[in-house]
């Protein structure tokens, strides 16, 4: 390349000549240059670029991956809240079921009635030797 720009400027005539042949492969060169640099720069911001958009990616997987795991949380919890409101609602039937069909009732308190053990009333029988001879009542309407 130097050979014939050398021959050039040997063949020209006049300096004007020779110059106008060295600016204009300086002017390519500058050209060149120019071209280089922009691709340069075009290729440092689409790796800049591309490493931020990789870097959201993973930022937002992992905010993806964290409500994945509280939707499971909350689907278990709510399974537990399910069962329970079915225990509830059972115990409920149940109890409507007893009073509506088989008559069953809670009893009052001059219904129940409270039994010593058999051990127990022998002891009682040895303490209290006055009450020996009057029955024991233990309901109201036994009694009368």
């Known amino acids: 390349m130097l050979k014939f720009i050398k021959s050039k400027v040997a063949e020209a005539d006049d300096k004007a000549n020779a110059q106008d042949v ?43 991956q964290g409500i994945k795991h509280d939707y499971m949380d909350l689907r278990v919890e709510y399974r537990r809240l399910l069962i329970e409101q079915q225990t509830f609602s059972t115990t409920q039937k149940i109890a409507s079921r007893a009073v509506s069909e088989l008559h069953m009732y809670f009893p009052s308190f001059e219904d129940k009635m409270i039994l010593q053990p058999y051990w127990s009333k022998e002891q009682s029988k040895q303490t209290t030797s006055s009450n020996l001879n009057q029955p024991k009542v233990k309901n109201k309407e036994a009694s009368q």
């Open 22 to 64: 060295i600016a204009e492969k300086t002017e390519f060169s500058y050209g060149f240059i120019i071209t280089l640099s922009l691709l340069i720069v075009a290729i440092l911001v689409t790796g800049i670029l591309a490493s931020t958009q990789i870097h959201e990616y993973r930022q937002n997987y992992e905010k993806l």
